[in-house]
């Protein structure tokens, strides 16, 4: 069986061709595929005549093509060794999707940050094995509330999953409560008395994030302070040309 594939709107000038994981249960599933099999899938990338990515499940024919591993080592939370105290953080990659979404949904700039680097590491083509999407792996169900028609558009995957952030801090206001909820769900939250769920990856996941945020907010706090100091410069000397 070939994974199911659909269009996408031209990213960066070029039209790609995706598979399309609106129906990943069935599709992990439904093959009668375990999570195991599933984060070890093959695809097979290749490339047509008008120079259109498509990507199969199926060994292209008569074409040359390329293997890839859609495994997400990051989207797995408890099983994931990196050392979240002193991995590089990454500040180069979709700032204005970012900043489009803070302006929009009044998330802060850090807790964005923190959430794309522990769900995904900033891959935007990051897929889990339950099926979770894009920079902040949001689930099929997620993607349909806050109308993320495509879930590896990175401003499409960050406007939604700020906004499901901003849902679950109104919600339950405690950091350590609205992280629980963006991993485990809110249903798991409220069936445990709006505490953390006693999931050895849930509580993982929040201390993950908690460390992310604090290091994105001093990062950011440190840039505002070279910033700042830079204008003060500028203004004295200004004053005290003649």
């Excluded at 349909?144 to 590896?152: D, G, I, L, W």
């Excluded at 350590?176 to 709006?194: F, K």
Aim: charge should be positive.
């Amino acid at each position: 069986m070939t994974l199911k594939t659909s269009i996408l709107k031209p990213v960066n000038g070029t039209c790609f061709k995706l598979i399309s994981w609106a129906l990943t249960a069935l599709c992990l599933f439904g093959w009668g595929l375990n999570t195991a099999q599933a984060g070890n899938m093959k695809v097979y990338k290749h490339v047509d005549a008008q120079g259109i990515i498509h990507y199969s499940s199926k060994k292209p024919r008569g074409k040359s093509y390329h293997i890839l591993n859609i495994r997400c080592p990051e989207c797995s939370v408890w099983r994931n060794s990196v050392d979240w105290k002193n991995t590089p953080l990454i500040t180069d990659l979709y700032q204005a999707e970012i900043d489009h979404a803070v302006t929009t949904h009044g998330v802060e700039k850090a807790l964005i940050q923190a959430v794309i680097h522990a769900e995904s590491a900033y891959k935007v083509a990051a897929v889990s094995s339950a099926g979770a999407q894009g920079l902040m792996q949001l689930m099929p169900l997620t993607q349909k509330t806050y109308a993320v028609n495509n879930p590896f558009d990175a401003k499409q995957n960050i406007l939604g999953g700020a906004a499901y952030l901003k849902h679950l801090k109104n919600a339950y206001k405690n950091m350590d409560i609205y992280l629980a909820a963006y991993n485990s769900g809110e249903t798991a939250v409220e069936r445990y008395n709006r505490q953390i769920p006693p999931f050895p990856e849930t509580k993982e996941y929040v201390r993950r994030v908690k460390i992310l945020y604090n290091r994105y907010k001093q990062n950011q706090q440190r840039l505002n302070a070279i910033s700042n100091s830079r204008v003060v410069t500028t203004g004295v000397s200004a004053t005290a040309s003649p």
